[in-house]
């Protein structure tokens, strides 16, 4: 006879329960990914724009 523990019960439950959840998870993952890569290129346009403006002194070229 097998002994489960509580937590080894409940996953197997928490598994059949999310079969239904699994597009929303995949989703909320696009949009995290695609939220970041926005950040990340706004960062780098910032970079640059300090960069021309402090350092260079080419404010004249930025957009």
């Known amino acids: 006879m097998k002994v ?3 937590l080894a019960r409940r996953s197997h439950h928490s598994r059949a329960d999310r ?3 699994l597009p929303d998870r995949r989703f909320l993952s ?3 990914v695609l939220s970041r890569r926005c950040v990340r290129r ?3 346009i910032s970079a640059r724009a300090f960069i021309a403006v402090h350092c260079v002194g080419a404010a ?3 957009p």
């Open 4 to 6: 489960q523990s509580p």
């Open 19 to 21: 079969c239904g959840k």
């Open 30 to 32: 696009v949009l995290t």
């Open 42 to 44: 706004r960062n780098a």
């Open 60 to 62: 004249s070229l930025l």
